[in-house]
């Protein structure tokens, strides 16, 4: 375990809808990065937060935004949805600063028909 | 071109053996290399980083790091079937840049 979590564990939508997702970072992280996971692939790096502001972004389109709280958890928005946003949803948190190890929640799976 | 590149396996190792897995990357610039293992259905797991040139041994796991033929690789010393899952390599680039990528993953099987 560690003690990353997010919410929700599954999500089915329509293609079209929006999805918020959301991240809370082990205790004395202040930074969330959060990844796409597609089936037999390597998580894709969408963005990184690191004390509310964003700090380095992935090829991903404007439709994928977030926000970082100041207790450090995290959303991640996805407006538009697409077919192929279907996918597991990990975020991760780490320190800050100079330290890059990052730990994974257990992510959230999202369905889009 | 792939920033980061895995062969995808499935690699198979008797128990007991070593088992060697190997990444590359494409940006020269990078500055920290990082191997998480994956089960099926669950997320990924930091086994360990290594940021200089050489080997890191941590337990029964050896990081290896040449950064001038860019490459990066992960030895399981005395292989054991619960090491049996995908293993990922990911990369940042430079410092300059908050951005993580990561390959597609090795499959590893150890075979009892």
């Known amino acids: 375990e560690t003690g990353v979590t997010q919410s929700p564990t599954h999500l089915i939508k329509t293609r079209g809808q929006q999805v918020t997702l959301r991240c809370s970072s082990q205790s004395g992280h202040n930074t969330v990065s959060w990844y796409q996971q597609a089936l037999g692939q390597g998580p894709q790096f969408i963005f990184q937060?690191?004390?509310?502001?964003?700090?380095g972004r992935g090829n991903f389109p404007p439709r994928f935004s977030g926000l970082q709280f100041p207790n450090y958890s995290s959303e991640l928005n996805v407006n538009a949805l697409e077919l192929d946003d279907s996918a597991l949803y990990l975020c991760?948190?780490?320190?800050?600063?100079?330290?890059?190890?990052?730990?994974f929640g257990p992510g959230t799976r999202l369905t889009v028909t | 071109q792939k920033e980061v590149e895995q062969n995808s396996g499935p690699l198979s190792v008797p128990e007991g053996a070593i088992a060697s897995l190997n990444c590359t990357y494409s940006?020269?610039?990078?500055?920290?290399f990082f191997w998480y293992r994956q089960y099926s259905g669950k997320s990924p797991e930091l086994i360990m980083f290594i940021y200089s040139n050489g080997d890191k041994e941590d337990g029964r796991f050896t990081a290896q790091l040449n950064k001038a033929s860019q490459y990066v690789s992960l030895l399981i010393r005395d292989s054991q079937p619960s090491d049996s899952a995908t293993y990922l390599c990911a990369v940042k680039l430079s410092n300059n840049f908050n951005k993580f990528y990561f390959g597609s993953g090795t499959k590893l099987n150890v075979k009892p």
């Open positions: 940006d020269r610039g990078s500055q920290s």
């Open positions: 937060y690191y004390r509310e502001e964003e700090n």
């Open positions: 991760a948190s780490s320190l800050g600063g100079n330290s890059d190890e990052q730990y």
